[in-house]
């Protein structure tokens, strides 16, 4: 069993906003476990909502570029923010960007070559050396579309298409493309704020599904009410579940009025032609890397 420590302890109390004593019960409960701690708590009511047990961390930046029908997204880590801000890593992080336009995956952008000769993973390694702090080519995502636009947008650029959260949006249709692009644009800034996990219901994890279904069951077993009705419950609860991690089923940021399939199908009538996102991707830095825990003493 993990060791429940102090700092595991804090990180639950973040991550689920129940008391401490009901952390440390939850995860002794739980064998030292995060999650299950996180669902443990739901299910006796002691926790208002799932929350993922990532917290950004790391430092670096995310950038975006977008090509012919096609986006990418990277995301260079280093260890603080004053190097972020340097030129030459900066300068590195953009060469990068472009090269992902021609990669299939990390590994080929990693062996990819700048136009100085040098690979990216050599670049990488020789910018270590002469900054003297670490860092990591970490990730990539893709997002392309046969006929339509793929639209971006980055939060809070710290330059340009270079900052801390990164989107990508893709829409098939075959009408206005310049109207299709500022549509893009306007989901691209809705996803930053959203954060959605899924593009429909049909998209999200079984596993997540599942999970969700077990928490919502035993909170409605609670009300003490008969299986039938329990059923229905949590159905209910289901949808409103689908209308937080669901981008098609979310309430558009924009107008907060409108679901975002609303959005698509009013704005297909203005562009020409039926309008469907076919995907999307969001990077938020050092998401999901664990923070480090300084000790004062």
């Known amino acids: 069993m ?4 102090a700092a595991l302890v804090k990180e639950l109390r973040e991550v689920s906003g129940a008391g401490m004593m009901d952390c440390k019960k939850a995860l002794s409960e739980n064998g030292g476990n995060l999650e299950e701690a996180v669902d443990w708590l739901r299910k ?3 926790a208002a909502a799932a929350k993922k047990a990532g917290r950004v961390a790391a ?3 995310v950038a975006v570029v977008s090509g012919d029908k096609k986006g990418v997204l990277v995301e260079v880590n280093s260890e603080t923010d004053f190097v972020a801000r340097n030129d030459q890593f900066q300068g590195f992080v953009s ?3 472009q090269q992902a336009l021609g990669a299939g995956d990390i590994e080929a952008l990693k062996n990819a070559k700048l136009p100085d000769g040098q690979t990216v993973a050599e670049k990488l390694t020789h910018l270590v050396a002469t900054i003297g702090e670490n860092m990591n080519l970490r990730r990539m995502a893709t997002v392309a579309v046969k006929d339509g636009v793929v639209a971006t947008y980055m939060h809070n650029a710290t330059v340009p298409n270079m900052g801390k959260i990164g989107v990508l949006v893709g829409l098939e249709s075959a009408g206005d493309k310049a109207k299709l692009a500022a549509l893009g644009k306007q989901i691209a800034m809705h996803v930053a704020a959203a954060n959605p996990s899924s593009l429909d219901i049909k998209s999200v994890s079984q596993a997540e599904l599942d999970r969700e279904r077990a928490v919502l069951s035993e909170q409605a077993r609670a009300s003490g009410k008969p299986e039938e009705i329990i059923a229905k419950m949590v159905e209910g609860r ?3 579940y689908y209308e937080d991690v669901v981008l098609l089923e979310q309430l558009y940021v924009i107008d907060g009025e409108s679901r975002v399939k609303q959005v698509v199908e009013k704005a ?3 562009i020409g032609a039926p309008v469907t996102i076919t995907g999307f991707a969001r990077m938020a830095l050092g998401e999901g890397i664990a923070k480090e825990q300084q000790d004062a003493a």
């Not at 993990?2 to 420590?5: F, L, N």
Request: hydrophobic share 40%.
């Open 238 to 240: 289901l949808r409103k």
């Open 59 to 61: 430092e670096g930046l």
């Open 95 to 97: 060469s990068v960007a």
């Open 2 to 5: 993990a060791e429940i420590t």
């Open 268 to 270: 297909a009538k203005e």
């Open 44 to 46: 006796k009511g002691l």
